[in-house]
Structure formats: structure tokens, C-alpha cells
């Protein structure tokens, strides 16, 4: 009988990609994902009955509420799921390894270049909730948190990237207003499952930065996608973070990933290089082409 690996949050972009890559990186497992008609994971006896039914060899726990706008509106729905349900998961989980998501979003980017060893500073209520839920996943030494970047890819539902969104702006004629001064280290989100499933078959523990290998600005992340997305030519425009009015945002949350890249048997992309090292004639841009094998 193969090792159950089971996935949350099988419907968004993270754990879509996850569950479709599987036979491709993790033959040996059999993958579950988790969806939300499946189970709620805000209810613990939906949790409980999941776990029951399952009895997985290993989580990676990927469902969240990961809308910052949509954690703002309702802070006590993103503890629920971020905190609470993680909670239950990995205390279920106490004897196998388990994977939480986290996001480079619990820095305040005020300094850049992230590693493992920073203090965080959360801004908003996302990046609070998830900070929190990091340390309840290390309490237990056995389990494992990996910050991830601004991811690229494409969604089952297909609104749920930051590509996606823009692509829906663009596509509605809509003017984008990209800072130059605001950076992430965005990666491919065939890259970073790939890593993920590294990492999971090697059983690793403890916490992980997991990012694109440049440093861009929001503009510069724009002029790449435009390669792609020639429909971005006409509506992009530069502008400064300095001349925005609203909420706090961290100018530079990109991170050092040198600690998950040593445990990879590949090299972490950038976005720029991904695009020229697979010309996207392949379905999903975003994905390693089929030549690309373990
Ligand atoms: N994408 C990024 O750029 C990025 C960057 C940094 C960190 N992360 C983290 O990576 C993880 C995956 O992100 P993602 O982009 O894949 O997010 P996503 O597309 O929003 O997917 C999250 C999934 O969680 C599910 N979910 C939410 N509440 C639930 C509940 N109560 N019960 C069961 N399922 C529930 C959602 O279900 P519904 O579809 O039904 O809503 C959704 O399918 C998250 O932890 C996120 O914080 C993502």
C-alpha cells in the first residue's frame, strides 16, 4: 500500500497544483486532496471524521484564508482558519510530518532579503494570523512551516493568482498602477510545489523561506509578464508606494531561500529566467513542460 499524502485546500492555486503534479514528483504516494465541500476545516468534527477517513502518512496543510482584503473585512473568520483549524490539523497530525504554508507577508519589509532567523512583523491581519499559526506548527520539532513568495500559476478555479488577477484587470480594459519601489521574489508555482514535495519526501522539519531566485519590483514583475501577456502592454503603468494612500504595505518582503535550496536536487527559478528557460508552449505556463522529469 502507498503512503496517503493528504492536501487542504485542493480547490486553490498551492494545493490545486500540488494534488496535479503528484504523480509526476511523488509516484510512490497517493495524493488526497482536501476541499472545502469534503470538509470544513473551521468544524471540528468535519476535521475529525477527515482524519478518520484518511489516516494520512502526511499533510501539507495549504488551505487559508489568503485574501489580505478578505481577513481585514473579517478577522475572526481568518483566526478561525488560519489559526484554529491549523491547530486541529497538526495536533491530529502530532505523529506524522506536516507542512504549513506561511507567507513572506509576516515580515514588514522594512529590511529585505529575508532569512529564517529574522523577527517577524506582521502588518495586517493575514500576515498576524499566519505569523500565530507558525509557532502552534512548531511546537511539535517534527513539523515543518515553508514561507512561500508571490506565486505564479493558474488556478482551478481560475481566479485566485496574482497572474490571474491581473489578467482579469487587463482583459476589463483597466489602467495597473505597479510600484518600483515594492519587491517579492515571485516564483513559478511548478517550481514550488516541486520544492514542497522534495522537502515532504525528505521528511523535513523546522521552518523554510521558499522563493523565486530574483528580487523584483511589482513593475519589473509586470514588464516580465508582459512577455507572456501582451495585453498588459497597453494597461501597466509605474508608480512609487510613496503616493499610496491606504493600509501599511511592506516595500520589500523578498527573501533568501538558501536553506530550502540546499535540500533540492534543482535550482530554484527566477521569474525572468523561467520564461526563457521554458518558452510557454506548453498548457500551463506556469508548470514544468512535460520533457522536464524527475
Ligand atoms: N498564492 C500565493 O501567492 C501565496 C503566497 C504566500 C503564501 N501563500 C499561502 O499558501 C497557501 C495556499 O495559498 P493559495 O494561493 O493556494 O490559496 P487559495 O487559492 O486561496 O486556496 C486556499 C484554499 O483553502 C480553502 N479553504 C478556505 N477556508 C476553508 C475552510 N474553512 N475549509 C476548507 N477549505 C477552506 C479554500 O476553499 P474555497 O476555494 O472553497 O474558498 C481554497 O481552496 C495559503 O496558506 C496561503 O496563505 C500563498
Partial sequence: ??????????????????????PRWVPDWETRGVTRQEADLTDRGDVQRLWDRH??????HSAALSRTGLCEQDPAQARRINVEATRVLADL????????LSTDQVFDGAKGQYVE????HPLNVYAQTKAEA??????????????IALTAGTSPTGDRS??????????????LTL??????????????VRALWECAVQRRSGLYHLGGRERLSRWEIGQVLSQLYPEFRSCLQPGSVAAYH??????????????????LSFRLPGLRQWLTEFPPDCIDPWDYPASVTP
Fill in 93 to 100: 497530525a502530532r505523529d506524522v510530518p506536516f507542512i504549513f
Fill in 117 to 120: 532567523t529574522d523577527a517577524v
Fill in 162 to 175: 496574482f497572474v490571474e488577477d491581473m489578467r482579469r484587470a487587463a482583459g476589463k480594459g483597466q489602467q
Fill in 179 to 192: 510600484f518600483t519601489d515594492e519587491f517579492r521574489c515571485p516564483l513559478p508555482a511548478g517550481a514550488l
Fill in 246 to 263: 491606504g493600509p501599511r504595505r511592506p516595500p520589500d518582503l523578498s527573501m533568501r531561500s538558501d536553506k530550502i535550496q540546499a535540500l
Fill in 1 to 22: 500500500m502507498k503512503p496517503v499524502a493528504l492536501i487542504t485546500g485542493a480547490a486553490g492555486l498551492i494545493g490545486g497544483y500540488l494534488v496535479r503534479t503528484a
Fill in 55 to 60: 489516516r494520512p502518512d502526511l499533510v501539507i
Fill in 134 to 147: 507558525e509557532q502552534v506548527v512548531l511546537d511539535n520539532p517534527a513539523h515543518a512551516v515553508v514561507r
